[in-house]
T-cell receptor
Framework: QKEVEQDPGPLSVPEGAIVSLNCTYS??????FMWYRQYSRKGPELLMY????GNKEDGRFTAQVDKSSKYISLFIRDSQPSDSATYLC?????????????FGKGTKLSVIP | EAGVTQFPSHSVIEKGQTVTLRCDPI?????LYWYRRVMGKEIKFLLH????????ESGMPNNRFLAERTGGTYSTLKVQPAELEDSGVYFC???????????FGPGTRLTVL
């Protein structure tokens, strides 16, 4: 079983739709949870950073962490064509080995105008 | 503020040759990380520097890989001799403190023929 599972998609939605992306994980030592956005041939760009359980909102983006279920989500409201990218979940924790990030494989999102 | 920079952006070498990748972290970031993504797989951790010291090198695949960070500023990752399976995208990231956000560079795409 992989430490982090993420549906690779691809996911295609119309402009303006609400997008839901998620990851599950198996290592209960993870405490820090991140979402990165990666455009083609670019490096991952940090979108959201959450410590432990709860919700965090930033503009059109909302990150949720449910540690009891080992499940994290990213919601994108009013999706735009510029949101078309690969979204990577990542997590880390002291017990999981320093602060190295463990990534999911990424979900490729296309927002159609 | 300048982001993480990496050089070269792309390198094509033959099996058995040596390649050196360079990473310049964000100014003032003591923590520097190397990651790698091989075709079809998730991004994987290689190692973590705190200033000039190797904090965690548990992800280094074998002794053909040598990372250095002299003076605690930029870092190099040398692959010698390169093998076909070393092909992939090598990312560098930096963070200010433990457990804080890691910011990624654009990556170096390495192709070993």
């Amino acid at each position: 079983q992989k430490e982090v599972e993420q549906d690779p998609g691809p996911l295609s939605v119309p402009e303006g739709a609400i997008v839901s992306l998620n990851c599950t994980y198996s290592n209960s030592a993870f405490q820090y949870f991140m979402w990165y956005r990666q455009y083609s041939r670019k490096g991952p760009e940090l979108l959201m950073y959450t410590y432990s359980s709860g919700n965090k909102e930033d503009g059109r983006f909302t990150a949720q962490v449910d540690k009891s279920s080992k499940y994290i989500s990213l919601f994108i409201r009013d999706s735009q064509p510029s949101d078309s990218a690969t979204y990577l979940c990542a997590m880390s924790g002291r017990g999981a080995g320093s602060y190295q990030l463990t990534f999911g494989k990424g979900t490729k999102l296309s927002v159609i105008p | 503020e300048a982001g993480v920079t990496q050089f070269p952006s792309h390198s094509v070498i033959e099996k058995g040759q040596t390649v050196t990748l360079r990473c310049d972290p964000i100014s003032g970031h003591d923590n520097l990380y190397w990651y790698r993504r091989v075709m079809g797989k998730e991004i994987k951790f290689l190692l973590h520097f705190v200033k000039e010291s190797k904090q965690d090198e548990s992800g280094m695949p074998n002794n053909r890989f040598l990372a250095e960070r002299t003076g605690g500023t930029y870092s190099t990752l040398k692959v010698q001799p390169a093998e076909l399976e070393d092909s992939g995208v090598y990312f560098c990231a930096s963070s200010q403190d433990y457990g804080t956000s890691q910011f990624f560079g654009p990556g170096t795409r390495l192709t070993v023929l």
